[in-house]
């Protein structure tokens, strides 16, 4: 569709207006069981009431849908591969994708595998999303209305995708990185520029050739967690949690701060709700196409949780015969891979849907993800996500009705993607923390390079208990703090993941927590919003020791000399920092490997090894007299950032400030239509500050705009649950022209928080829209 007028925002604006969901008064809904109350409170945070379970979450279905109907349909369409009926013959390779990982095992294990209730649960919550499409007849959220399309019905198994799994598995494009450097420079050069964590001398299995294992092969991975034409890419975000025992707050009771970082979406990737019936009592954000609160707390516990990094996928290369590519050698001679035959529906140029085919091969490994008929390879995925129960955050189910550490564990025991640090913490007392995850053992190799597929010595062998898993339950320090590092215990005996996160936030942290004897909620406030980059500060450090060798350069350098590191968007030492750093990681590694790796292989550990190695230079880096080379790196690496400051913002250093470098701009899935939908439906541009390596972690694209931050932030005090503090960006409602489109984003931009309301008492106090959902047969 092309872009309408310019001036016509208002006029999107105001159809989108006549298009938002009824949140006050009464409807009569098929198939509730009895009344349900919703109470929407000033922050467009859904409070439900309801006298059953089967109506509390037909009732969370049909609110998510009153939000968000738009963004979950795609999400549907994502999960089940019928993206192509809407965006056309290029979404082909994403729904080819999405039906090759579809779990297509046992049905009975897979639902009992969540909760034993799962199916009931999820029957409600379609029927409720069901029931709202009903109820909204043609009356659409404007994006329909736009691109005209009408939402699919859902069905209970539309919740069981396996979609938001992959984009955290990361360790599965980096064995395609690691096999292309290998290739490219060497063992020996790649164990040194790609390093794990623990140290492992990893190497290609026997007989197995690494050339021509390429970012093709993950074509279609590649195509399901980057952007389509009107979304956002789905990115993995690297987040903080933390948790003190009683004696270590001031409220006498244990505190607990969560903060999972993910890409920055419009509409916001979390949905905050409070579910409330006989056996439920939950409150905290999710996924708003998912039933339940996937972090959060109940009236016994609370929990939060970062990615861990569990390898929970490999790269399996298998031969194919010479004379028939559908089979493919094994260990007992070759065997045919099966092939099954689906049809879907694309739509074509002309607004009409045709029928294709698609093929989907399976190895005994696994989905056959690319065929290389060259070199009579097929590529195949083994992951955890053909196993029962790895739909991602379904677990909740269990996790939100635990009250108390035993029944924690055992509920943990049934969270399998993603691979997440929960930690723990409850109303008499007690922290913990779960190293979760559906953890494989693996035979030979370490996980880290593709292996042969007809090698059995590389198959997995079994997966680690709940049991086997690192975890601690009140410990001596009085607290647990993880932040997507290195969290194997000194000892442990199992590989869980060689690709942590750098320590530095951990770092950061943990000196926070025991930098004071009690805390309180303002003070895990202030943490969640740290800005303190480690890296940044030792670099401006080692710039003052060696300086900055032109005087022309000084009063640029004193800018950095004695600073703390902390990426304050009102700040201008941070300008130099931001410029300088990747300058300095491109000139560091550059020479070192093809420049098309350098940003995949830096993108773990890079600024760490680089770090390091420029404090206490040595030739294995940089050649023959390392402490000069290093000085003449740091210095006209420097004097080129100093050079595009002052492009930017003039000579004066005094008037920078970063926020006028980083921004965060929440760009709505239709901007990329053109100027009038851009500026109808986008939010910001907002100055931004902060950056990688701090607790309050930003990512930002070559343009200096924020793509990734916290999608959630929830502060605890078990003291009172209505002390409850929580973030979240830009607002709880999807849609357009709602009070709450973006009533959340100045709130999180500027460090400040909105109430968990939990009690009814405190619900009551800060209503806005009470809606009471009937039973049709009421009228």
């Not at 993941?497 to 927590?513: H, M, N």
């Not at 851009?678 to 931004?688: D, E, R, T, Y």
């Not at 009172?720 to 709450?740: E, I, L, Y």
């Amino acid at each position: 569709m092309n872009d309408q007028p310019a001036g016509d925002a208002q006029q999107l604006l105001q159809r989108a207006k006549q298009a938002l969901a009824q949140v006050d008064g009464t409807v009569q809904l098929p198939g509730l069981k009895e009344p349900v109350e919703v109470l929407r409170d000033r922050w467009g945070i859904p409070h439900i009431y309801a006298k059953n379970q089967h109506d509390l979450f037909f009732a969370q279905g049909f609110v998510a849908a009153q939000d968000r109907l738009f963004q979950i349909d795609l999400w549907r369409r994502i999960a089940v591969g019928e993206t192509a009926e809407i965006l056309g013959p290029q979404a082909l390779v994403r729904d080819h994708f999405a039906r090759l990982t579809r779990f297509r095992g046992d049905m009975e294990a897979e639902w009992t595998s969540y909760a034993p209730d799962t199916r009931e649960i999820a029957t409600a919550f379609t029927a409720g999303i069901n029931a709202c499409i009903d109820q909204m007849g043609d009356n659409l959220p404007i994006e329909f209305q736009i691109l005209n399309f009408r939402p699919s019905r859902w069905q209970p198994e539309d919740v069981l995708g396996r979609m938001a799994s992959l984009p955290v598995a990361l360790n599965l494009s980096r064995e395609v990185t690691r096999a292309q450097l290998v290739a490219a420079v060497g063992l020996e050069k790649a164990r040194q520029l790609m390093p794990t964590d623990p140290q492992v001398d990893f190497e290609p299995a026997d007989g197995l050739d690494l050339l021509g294992i390429d970012r093709s092969v993950l074509k279609g991975y590649g195509a399901v967690t980057a952007a389509i034409r009107f979304m956002e890419p789905i990115g993995s975000g690297e987040s903080n949690n933390w948790a003190v025992m009683g004696h270590r707050s001031v409220s006498g009771k244990p505190m607990m701060a969560s903060d999972p970082h993910r890409t920055l979406a419009l509409p916001a990737l979390r949905y905050l709700v409070h579910l409330n019936a006989p056996g439920w009592n939950v409150i905290g954000s999710g996924e708003p196409a998912l039933p339940g609160v996937a972090i959060g707390h109940n009236e016994r516990i609370a929990w939060g949780f970062t990615i861990v990094g569990t390898d929970q996928a490999d790269l399996v290369v298998e031969e194919t015969h010479p004379e028939d590519p559908e089979r493919y050698r094994t260990p007992s001679g070759w065997e045919k891979m099966t092939v099954r035959r689906e049809k879907t529906r694309v739509r074509q140029d002309d607004g009409t849907i045709k029928e294709v085919d698609l093929t989907l091969r399976y190895t005994r490994n696994g989905p056959v993800l690319h065929e290389d008929p060259e070199r009579r390879r097929a590529y195949v995925l083994r992951w955890v996500g053909g196993e029962p129960g790895t739909a991602a955050y379904l677990a909740s189910l269990s996790v939100g009705r635990a009250q108390n550490w035993k029944e924690y564990v055992a509920a943990v025991a049934r969270w399998k993607t993603p691979s997440e640090n929960m930690v723990y913490a409850d109303v008499d007392g007690n922290i913990g923390w779960v190293a979760a995850a559906l953890t494989p053992v693996r035979g030979k190799g370490h996980g880290l390079l593709p292996v042969p597929g007809a090698d059995d010595s590389y198959a997995w062998k079994r997966f680690l208990s709940v049991e086997e898993l690192p975890q601690t339950f009140n410990p001596k320090s009085g607290y647990v703090v993880t932040a997507n590092h290195n969290i194997l215990p000194e000892g442990y005996p199992h590989e869980l993941g060689y690709e942590w996160a750098d320590g530095y936030r951990y770092q950061r942290l943990k000196s926070l927590l025991e930098a004071k004897e009690k805390f309180s909620l303002e003070d895990f406030q202030r943490m969640q919003y740290d800005q303190v980059s480690l890296p940044a500060k030792q670099m401006a450090d080692l710039l003052t020791q060696i300086g900055p060798g032109d005087p022309v350069l000084e009063p640029y350098a004193k800018l950095l000399a004695g600073w703390d590191g902390n990426l304050n968007r009102d700040g201008n030492a941070g300008v130099l920092w931001t410029l300088w750093r990747p300058r300095l990681v491109d000139v560091f590694y550059r020479h070192r490997m093809p420049k098309h790796l350098v940003s995949d292989v830096t993108n773990r550990l890079g600024v760490t090894v680089m770090v390091n190695e420029l404090r206490e230079p040595t030739s294995t880096w940089l050649g023959d007299e390392p402490a000069q080379a290093r000085d003449t790196l740091v210095r006209s690496t420097f004097a080129e950032a100093v050079a595009q400051a002052k492009k930017r913002f003039g000579a004066d250093p005094t008037v920078w400030k970063l926020g006028n470098l980083q921004k965060v701009l929440f760009r709505h899935p239709l901007a990329g239509m053109g100027p009038t939908f851009a500026k109808a439906f986008n939010i910001g541009p907002l100055p931004s500050g902060s950056g990688p390596f701090a607790p309050d972690q930003a990512k930002y694209d070559g343009r200096f705009h924020r793509v990734h931050g916290a999608s959630y932030r929830h502060v605890l005090d078990l003291a009172d649950w209505d002390r409850g503090m929580a973030t979240s960006a830009p607002g709880n409602s999807g849609q357009p022209g709602s009070p709450h489109y973006d009533d959340l984003v100045h709130l999180w931009n500027n460090a400040e928080y909105f109430p968990l309301a939990y009690s009814r008492a405190k619900v009551e106090s800060v209503t806005e829209h009470r809606l009471v959902l009937e039973p049709a047969s009421a009228r």
